[in-house]
């Protein structure tokens, strides 16, 4: 099911591994002012929630339901929904939406008091009451596998209401994804040495002699030019290489055996940058930034957010051709996007 589309897919880019952080109150207040980035973090990811929800049409969740089952995955045992139910009541709740139905859903801040802890006593009266239940727990789950618990659950639910009412919102729609990028990105500064390692090295190198710097970030010098062609997405190309660390620790290597083959399109975003630049018979080294190079992977020598350093030597180019896209994949995957 896709309910969690703008900021799960920037948790899985990132890579980025959260600290706890509980809620001081067992009930939630509009008036809690937003006390740190893990707050205003936790704001935004409420608001990003409420619009994924508007784009399948869940605006009328009752959100003392939905924090019951949130809840309950701190004791699955009280759970009033069976964990295998969860799903097929989400996707039955969805499918009695009609796609077509624009009508806005006035969302207003609650009344009465909501309960930010377990409520095994809570009635589900109808397919609402159950469905909000479920995807609250099923947030509840995502959020675990994520390692997302240091969210503040009075600020989630405060960005949520934030989003449907912009007049008392504390961070505007405009700005809600660079606060949650801008928490993420904090926390894996602080948790990887080579991000801040990294951002140093280029920043010096970029003064260098011959180095040029692309506009997403790729430093290269040519050492040699090439008078052959220039290779395209997907073609083939027969290069040597040598791979280091800034530290010069050497991860991989071509020079003292084979000429390697490779397809544009399969490699690393800083060798599909570059190599286009290349023609047959140049040379180049280039400064991979770790965003166009292995991201949040740790490879052993290659840490996670490592930058890297390759001299290539551009032997061949193979033309190639775009693989042919299967429309029966297509359609799969647009009936995916429905959920």
């Given at each position: 099911?896709?309910?969690?589309?703008?900021?799960?897919?920037?948790?899985?880019?990132?890579?980025?591994?959260?600290?706890?952080?509980?809620?001081?109150?067992?009930?939630?207040?509009?008036?809690?002012?937003?006390?740190?980035?893990?707050?205003?973090?936790?704001?935004?990811?409420?608001?990003?929630?409420?619009?994924?929800?508007?784009?399948?049409?869940?605006?009328?969740?009752?959100?003392?339901?939905?924090?019951?089952?949130?809840?309950?995955?701190?004791?699955?045992?009280?759970?009033?929904?069976?964990?295998?139910?969860?799903?097929?009541?989400?996707?039955?709740?969805?499918?009695?939406?009609?796609?077509?139905?624009?009508?806005?859903?006035?969302?207003?801040?609650?009344?009465?008091?909501?309960?930010?802890?377990?409520?095994?006593?809570?009635?589900?009266?109808?397919?609402?009451?159950?469905?909000?239940?479920?995807?609250?727990?099923?947030?509840?789950?995502?959020?675990?596998?994520?390692?997302?618990?240091?969210?503040?659950?009075?600020?989630?639910?405060?960005?949520?209401?934030?989003?449907?009412?912009?007049?008392?919102?504390?961070?505007?729609?405009?700005?809600?994804?660079?606060?949650?990028?801008?928490?993420?990105?904090?926390?894996?500064?602080?948790?990887?040495?080579?991000?801040?390692?990294?951002?140093?090295?280029?920043?010096?190198?970029?003064?260098?002699?011959?180095?040029?710097?692309?506009?997403?970030?790729?430093?290269?010098?040519?050492?040699?030019?090439?008078?052959?062609?220039?290779?395209?997405?997907?073609?083939?190309?027969?290069?040597?290489?040598?791979?280091?660390?800034?530290?010069?620790?050497?991860?991989?290597?071509?020079?003292?055996?084979?000429?390697?083959?490779?397809?544009?399109g399969n490699v690393i975003e800083g060798w599909n940058e570059a190599l286009p630049l290349m023609k047959e018979g140049g040379k180049m080294k280039?400064?991979?930034?770790?965003?166009?190079?292995?991201?949040?992977?740790?490879?052993?020598?290659?840490?996670?957010?490592?930058?890297?350093?390759?001299?290539?030597?551009?032997?061949?180019?193979?033309?190639?051709?775009?693989?042919?896209?299967?429309?029966?994949?297509?359609?799969?995957?647009?009936?995916?996007?429905?959920?």
């Amino acid at each position: 099911m896709k309910l969690l589309s703008h900021f799960t897919i920037l948790f899985v880019i990132t890579g980025i591994f959260a600290s706890c952080s509980s809620n001081s109150s067992s009930s939630y207040s509009s008036s809690k002012a937003l006390e740190d980035l893990s707050d205003s973090a936790s704001y935004a990811i409420g608001m990003a929630i409420a619009a994924d929800f508007s784009q399948v049409q869940i605006q009328d969740l009752n959100m003392t339901a939905f924090l019951a089952g949130y809840y309950s995955q701190d004791d699955p045992g009280s759970a009033r929904i069976p964990e295998s139910e969860i799903g097929s009541i989400i996707e039955k709740y969805i499918s009695q939406k009609d796609p077509m139905d624009q009508t806005e859903i006035k969302v207003s801040p609650p009344s009465g008091k909501l309960l930010l802890k377990n409520n095994p006593k809570i009635q589900l009266k109808n397919l609402l009451d159950s469905a909000s239940y479920a995807i609250g727990y099923y947030i509840a789950s995502d959020f675990a596998e994520g390692d997302l618990e240091f969210i503040n659950m009075n600020a989630f639910v405060d960005g949520y209401y934030g989003y449907h009412n912009t007049g008392i919102a504390k961070i505007s729609q405009d700005d809600m994804h660079m606060v949650i990028e801008t928490y993420f990105m904090q926390k894996a500064r602080d948790q990887f040495p080579a991000i801040i390692e990294g951002e140093e090295f280029l920043e010096a190198n970029a003064t260098e002699e011959g180095v040029i710097t692309s506009d997403s970030g790729l430093q290269y010098i040519v050492v040699k030019e090439g008078k052959g062609k220039s290779p395209q997405m997907f073609d083939t190309v027969v290069v040597h290489y040598h791979g280091t660390t800034i530290k010069n620790v050497v991860f991989d290597s071509s020079i003292d055996g084979d000429p390697v083959r490779l397809v544009l399109g399969n490699v690393i975003e800083g060798w599909n940058e570059a190599l286009p630049l290349m023609k047959e018979g140049g040379k180049m080294k280039i400064f991979v930034p770790a965003e166009l190079a292995y991201g949040p992977r740790n490879m052993g020598v290659i840490r996670s957010y490592e930058t890297l350093i390759f001299e290539i030597e551009l032997l061949e180019v193979i033309k190639g051709k775009a693989p042919e896209f299967d429309p029966a994949l297509l359609e799969m995957m647009m009936r995916q996007q429905q959920y």
